[in-house]
């Protein structure tokens, strides 16, 4: 069965400082896809990123970068010099190919603070 | 493009009353969702379609139905409210061949259900 795991269930730092959120993730098929999604205090869901279980490369897009380990079943999102625009739950989830609906974590809500 | 909308944005519902909650989306997407969002608890499926005419059962069906009768819409009914079914509810639309992968899933703007 699916199963993502985000242990870090808040998490505070002050502007500028890096921050990782953590994403574990468990699938019995060789083929899936991985999210993180962004949900800010406004209440909707932003998509950020999208990746299949072939492409382990590391991913860069502004302040936020992306580390995918197969080897750990870890999926890790950095935030480079957080704002305090970052402040909100951001979530991991975790697709199968034949089950494309997503199973996602509880969460990690982070603050920063200026 | 307006993507994906839900109507209404927020309800309250007494005990035993029903209701359907709206989902529309514009992006002529294959597979449609609906999630439930519990404080603390992340997202969780109750319902997903692949297409008109096809539904299925995700992982908190109970006390809920669906149709989808055409491509655009995926209404929920939820036709005796309960108490535990005051969450957010959020409605998604994707684009998937089913065996080319999973794309992202585009979420409407929720809909913040209470049941007293």
């Known amino acids: 069965a699916q199963k993502v795991t985000q242990a870090q269930t808040e998490i505070s730092v002050v502007e500028k400082e890096d921050v990782t959120l953590d994403c574990v993730y468990e699938?019995?098929?060789?083929?899936?896809?991985l999210f993180w999604y962004k949900q800010p205090p406004s209440g909707e869901l932003v998509f950020l990123i999208r990746r299949n279980s072939f492409d382990e490369q590391n991913e860069i897009s502004g302040r936020y970068s992306w580390n995918f380990q197969k080897s750990t079943s870890s999926f890790n999102f950095t935030i480079t010099a957080s704002q305090v625009v970052d402040s909100a739950v951001y979530f991991c989830?975790?697709?199968?190919?034949?089950?494309?609906?997503?199973?996602f974590g509880k969460g990690t809500r982070l603050s920063v603070i200026a | 493009n307006a993507g994906v909308t839900q109507t209404p944005k927020f309800r309250i519902l007494k005990i035993g009353q029903s209701m359907t909650l709206q989902c529309t989306q514009d992006?002529?997407?294959?597979?449609m969702y609906w999630y439930r969002q519990d404080p603390g608890m992340g997202l969780k499926l109750i319902y997903y379609?692949?297409?008109?005419?096809?539904?299925d059962k995700g992982e908190v069906p109970n006390g809920y139905n669906v149709s989808r009768s055409t491509t655009e819409d995926f209404p929920l009914r939820l036709e005796l409210a309960a108490p535990s079914q005051t969450s957010v509810y959020f409605c998604?639309?994707?684009?998937?061949?089913?065996?080319?992968?999973?794309?992202?899933?585009?979420f409407g703007p929720g809909t913040r259900l209470t049941v007293t």
């Open positions: 992006m002529n997407h294959n597979y």
């Open positions: 989830a975790l697709s199968e190919v034949r089950n494309t609906p997503l199973v």
């Open positions: 379609s692949v297409g008109a005419g096809i539904t």
């Open positions: 699938t019995r098929d060789t083929t899936y896809y």
């Open positions: 998604a639309s994707s684009y998937s061949t089913g065996t080319s992968g999973t794309y992202e899933q585009y």
